[in-house]
């Protein structure tokens, strides 16, 4: 996990990062309190104090010691998963107080501890504490609270007990049942939901850092979209983008905006199609173990994706039988147009939602379901009961399957 945060890049300009409790309509008149979250404006160059964090009656501002003793003292045993930013543990809070609670018993947690002393770390712990503290949707991950005591800074968030989507994708082993077709297109719909809500003209924020390890499964596997550390408020006025120094994950990225630092929400809709495209063919947007001209996924795959009569070479072997040619053709056509190369073919949010509930209400994926293709059903003919068991007892002790590690993907910089 460690290459999630250290492979960040720079941090960019102070001025262009961080939210104040001041909400401004497309006009840049003072609508504070109707709006679903603050507008960006700039933080001060060196951020440390607690009056930069937006006043929240939602989040709860928990001391160090409670976290400590929620965590068991941040115990190895309670580690999720670790990474450039620090380390997340298991913890248990009261469901009513909110207070540390002894180990099984109360509310399950995930407590995500800074451990950089860096200015972009602290940045981007703010970030993720105002965005997530002022918005709220049921495809948004929940933050209950924060500490920021000393030089501690950590996060408290709602435990997700299916863990990431990456996880779920691209984990290998006999004993592990590949996530179905139909779940994939259950939590395309689910962050496809959350990314609209963040795009909606009353929040208008472009989420920058869209992939499958920042898409996290509860028990039903809804998925929430979560890490807010580089989120932008988009632009307001006449202005057609914003202007940022380019931030990201290797191979999610739109051209456009690697070409320019030219920010829009069409960024957002390309990094989606290289995430469905990833949940339709089961590989990574970039994998350098793979043969000469399959390192990028993207590029591999665009020819298949043009042509009906290839779409099957690019589908994961896995799903064989489990989904029809029309719905396959369908999302495939989806996964293409957010990938155009120019913003202006791209789907907005709302219109990739509408083509994912359709793909959901396809009679012949459904006659599948019933012929025997069930979302949870391998299509195995040994193992499929002892998978099931081992995703759910996985799901429940927060293990491996709660917080894995993400994509060692390099990134890229532009000065």
């Known amino acids: 996990m460690g290459a999630c945060w250290s492979a960040r890049i720079k941090a ?20 504070s309190g109707s709006s679903s979250r603050a507008s960006a404006t700039s933080v001060p ?41 620090g380390s997340v543990f298991k913890g248990w809070i009261d469901e009513n107080a909110l207070t540390a609670a002894k180990p099984g018993t ?12 860096g200015y972009q770390g602290h940045r981007e712990w703010l970030a993720e504490v105002n965005y997530l503290g002022q ?17 501690h800074r950590l996060l408290v968030y709602e435990f997700m007990p299916r863990g990431s989507l990456e996880n779920h994708l691209f984990r290998r082993g006999s004993y592990f049942q590949p996530l179905s077709w139909n ?15 963040l795009h909606s003209a009353e929040t208008k924020v472009i989420y920058r850092d869209f992939k499958t390890s920042n898409i996290l ?33 290797y191979g999610y990225a739109a051209p456009e905006y690697l070409a320019t630092g030219h920010l829009t929400a069409k960024s957002d809709v390309y990094s989606f199609g290289v995430v469905l495209l990833e949940m339709l063919s089961g590989r990574r947007a970039v994998d350098k173990n ?4 399959e390192h990028n996924l993207v590029e591999w795959a665009k020819p298949y994706l043009t042509n009906k009569r290839k779409i099957f070479r690019v589908l994961d072997s896995r799903l064989e039988g489990q989904y029809s040619m029309g719905g396959a053709q369908k999302a495939a056509n989806l996964a293409l147009q957010c990938l155009s190369t120019e913003a202006r073919f791209r789907p907005n949010m709302d219109e990739v939602v509408t083509t994912l509930e359709q793909l959901q209400d396809l009679k012949d994926v459904e006659r599948n379901t019933q012929n025997g293709n069930h979302p949870n059903r391998a299509n195995h003919s040994t193992g499929g009961t002892r998978s099931r068991r081992r995703n759910a007892d996985e799901g429940q002790n927060g293990k491996a399957a709660s917080y894995p590690r993400p994509s060692a993907s390099p990134l890229y910089s532009r000065d």
């Open 12 to 31: 960019e300009s102070p001025f262009h990062t961080g939210v104040n409790s001041k909400c401004v309509s497309k006009d840049g008149n003072d609508v």
């Open 45 to 85: 160059l060196t951020p440390r104090g607690a009056g930069e964090i937006i006043p929240s009656s939602n989040l709860k501002s928990f001391s160090f010691s409670e976290l400590k003793m929620a965590t068991r003292n941040f115990r190895p045993d309670s580690v999720l998963g670790e990474g450039g930013f």
């Open 106 to 117: 109360g509310m399950i947690i995930a407590v995500k501890r800074l451990n950089q002393e």
């Open 135 to 151: 918005l709220y949707h049921p495809n948004l991950v929940k933050l209950i609270g924060y500490c920021l005591e000393d030089e």
């Open 183 to 197: 779940l994939r297109m259950k939590v395309a719909l689910g962050a496809a939901k959350g990314l609209a809500f």
């Open 217 to 249: 499964l509860d028990s039903n596997y809804n998925a929430k979209l979560s890490d807010f550390g580089l989120a932008k408020d988009g632009p307001t006025g006449d202005k057609s983008h914003v202007s940022t120094r380019v931030m990201g994950t």
């Open 290 to 293: 793979r043969p000469s001209g």
